[in-house]
């Protein structure tokens, strides 16, 4: 168990060269604006035998921080600032968070039975209002926890601001963050001109919020796990004349969306799917392209008399296929895109429609992030201060699919007790 953690050190690590000066000012593009002002959370698991070269904890902490400091010279705005009219990033060099910790426990335990409320000590950053690291959440941009464990083990928990990119950035810099440590291949620089894209606006006459659908109610999460059979049979039972080979993202949303569905109350349950731009503008972003470059799309269900709702994939397909080239361009004209998002807004907060929130990290290369001792055992991620959010995510053999779902307190025993198939359908736990 992670409930016996001792902090052990706590300091601000800070780039290893100065940022000139004409990369101090970092303009935020108009998506890193509208982006909800939340810590991304990853942490990633690595088992004793895999640290058998190290002396001791020393030498694993210096090679991590002075591996940080110099990545931090290539990802210069994550050691600023956000600028008071949060328009900027102040790439002033005072560094990302980076906290040590002991674990009296062994790792093991943790990946085999994890608690969601421990897996949350292994993050730098406690983000309720009772939290010793609130005052830090509002300023940094970057968290580190390194996390050693009693029996050798480590667990390195990263948090990202939402407000500067997103979770393909993280993974990227995670990424940038461990081949700097174990110099056995190049990396590639990323780019930071997301602005140019996307330039910044001002909101204060749309009546939007980056904060709207958070809330402060007590948020549950679950994860269940899908394996390579279960997902299968999803895939299977998925498939209908209009789409015929469902992808095991489409397969597990449109099997979430289901009960989601038969268990809300509102007239109708709208599946909201994050989507990576990335690949989708003309000309395509690489992967490395630093920022929010993301957008929701939104597929209702058709209802289809009594017999209720049907190819819930094909509608999903349909609305995520709708992000193309073309959708891009209207997006960069950012005032006709904030239109779109205050409809939206005013047309869930009337009740009638509930929505279902799916961000798909599967493709993101997480276990690839080799600090020099090999890779992840285990990825994880915690919980969002947003209802009905699901996050998936690959197994660690990328065979399957984990699902985080976070639901209202009160919501989740109906959930669970009201659909039985989807505890059939997966491994579960209260995580």
């Not at 956000?82 to 062994?106: R, T, W, Y």
């Not at 039975?113 to 970057?142: D, F, R, Y």
């Not at 899908?226 to 209009?242: N, P, V």
């Not at 209207?330 to 006709?336: A, F, I, M, S, V």
């Amino acid at each position: 168990m992670v409930a016996n953690l001792e902090i052990l050190s706590k300091a601000m690590i800070k780039p290893s060269s100065p940022t000139p000066h004409h990369l101090r000012d970092h303009k935020l593009s108009f998506l890193d604006q509208i982006a909800p002002p939340v810590f991304i959370p990853l942490i990633f698991f690595y088992q004793t035998n895999q640290l058998e070269t190290f002396q001791d904890r020393d030498q694993i902490s210096q090679l991590l921080k002075q591996s940080l400091s110099n990545i931090l010279t290539q990802f210069y705005p994550l050691a600023g600032r956000i600028c008071s009219k949060n328009f900027s990033i102040d790439c002033n060099d005072d560094g990302a968070l980076c906290i040590e910790a002991q674990v009296h426990s062994n790792l093991l335990q943790v990946i085999e039975k994890p608690v969601m409320e421990e897996l949350k000590q292994c993050l730098p950053l406690e983000l309720n209002s009772k939290g010793p690291g609130l005052t830090e959440a509002k300023t940094i941009l970057l968290a580190i926890q390194i996390n050693f464990f009693d029996c050798g083990g480590i667990a390195i928990g990263v948090q990202l601001s939402h407000k500067i990119a997103d979770g393909t950035s993280l993974v990227t810099f995670m990424n940038a963050w461990a081949k700097s440590c174990s110099e056995v291949s190049e990396i590639v620089p990323s780019s930071f001109e997301l602005a140019s894209l996307f330039p910044p606006r001002d909101m204060s006459s749309f009546g939007f919020k980056p904060t709207t659908g958070m809330t402060k109610e007590k948020i549950v999460t679950k994860r269940f796990v899908f394996d390579k059979e279960k997902l299968a049979k999803l895939k299977q039972a998925a498939a209908s004349s209009l789409v015929k080979d469902p992808t095991r993202v489409e397969a597990v949303s449109a099997f979430i969306w289901r009960h989601f569905i038969d268990a809300s109350k509102a007239k109708a349950v709208a599946a909201v799917h994050a989507v990576n731009m990335r690949p989708r503008m003309n000309p395509a972003l690489e992967d490395h392209a630093f920022g929010n470059i993301w957008t929701h799309t939104v597929a209702i269900p058709m209802l289809q008399g009594e017999k209720g709702y049907e190819n819930l994939v094909g509608d999903l397909r349909k609305a995520i296929r709708n992000i193309n080239s073309n959708y891009v361009k209207k997006l960069q004209n950012g005032d006709e895109y904030l239109k779109i998002l205050k409809k939206s807004v005013e047309f869930a907060s009337k009740g009638d429609v509930e929505l279902c929130n799916f961000s798909s990290w599967c493709r993101f290369p997480m276990y690839e992030v080799d600090f020099g001792w090999g890779k992840p055992t285990w990825v994880s991620t915690t919980a969002f201060p947003f209802k009905n959010v699901v996050i998936l995510m690959s197994t660690s053999c990328g065979e399957g699919i984990e699902a985080w779902l976070n639901m209202l307190e009160d919501d989740m025993p109906s959930f669970q007790s009201n659909h039985r198939h989807l505890s059939v359908a997966a491994k579960d736990f209260n995580a």
